[in-house]
């Protein structure tokens, strides 16, 4: 059975303090990886697709990277504007995405 | 685009009423999708369908749950009769096939459920 497991659950972080957040995934065929961000009371919003291992997309402080089993999100230099639950899916043979349980993110100013 | 409406965002019924989730996808999407979120199990898909029709059913929880597609532009999750443990926040989302093959999902801003 698909699954996606994210590490850690929650992290605090300062101001300024780099780190990654963790995924990894059991999927066979995958054609997608995916990372969104979640505010509270609100829907996921999309961040990133990442296609094959190897491949790596940036936005503003965020950058995901895509091995054959894991992918990571690397927050450098994050603000309290970052602080969120960051979601991590993958798309196998159907059109369904299975996601993780989330990372939430607080930053401290 | 308003893009995924769902509606109502907040719904307080007791044990045993019916409950009806409504869903408008953005247009010109194919793809809709009913997820549900809790704490304990994260978000977990229940059902989704493509062109109006059901594709995949088997994360809905029971025969207490229904999903219905009348058309592209509106969707309904019913739950009858409902239950305390069926709390929880409902996602809609609509997507677009693509030529990647990867399926990228707009979701709307989910209806929170209380069941007492």
């Known amino acids: 059975e698909d699954q996606v497991t994210q590490s850690p659950e929650a992290l605090r972080l300062q101001e300024g303090e780099s780190s990654s957040l963790n995924c990894s995934y059991t999927?066979?065929?995958?054609?997608?990886l995916f990372w969104y961000r979640q505010d509270p009371g609100k829907g996921p919003e999309f961040l990133f697709t990442?296609?094959?291992a190897g491949e790596e997309k940036e936005k503003e402080r965020l950058k995901a990277t895509l091995t054959k089993k894991e992918s990571f999100l690397h927050i450098t230099a994050p603000k309290p504007e970052d602080s969120a639950t960051y979601l991590c899916?993958?798309?196998?043979?159907?059109?369904?995405?299975?996601f993780g349980k989330g990372t939430k993110l607080t930053v401290n100013p | 685009d308003a893009g995924v409406i769902q509606s109502p965002r907040h719904e307080v019924t007791e044990m045993g009423q019916e409950v009806t989730l409504r869903c408008k996808p953005i247009?010109?999407?194919?793809?809709l999708f009913w997820y549900r979120q809790t704490m304990m199990r994260g978000l977990e898909l229940l059902i989704y369908?493509?062109?109006?029709?059901?594709?995949?059913d088997s994360g809905m929880p029971e025969d207490r749950f229904s999903a219905k597609m009348p058309n592209a532009s509106f969707s309904t999750l019913k739950i009858q009769p409902s239950e305390p443990r069926d709390s929880a926040v409902y996602f809609c989302?609509?997507?677009?096939?693509?030529?990647?093959?990867?399926?990228?999902?707009?979701f709307g801003a989910g209806s929170r459920l209380t069941v007492l």
């Open positions: 247009s010109g999407h194919d793809y």
């Open positions: 989302a609509s997507s677009q096939t693509r030529g990647t093959g990867a399926n990228v999902l707009t």
């Open positions: 899916a993958d798309q196998g043979g159907s059109e369904k995405l299975v």
């Open positions: 999927v066979s065929g995958l054609r997608g």
């Open positions: 990442l296609y094959s």
């Open positions: 369908f493509n062109n109006n029709v059901p594709i995949d």
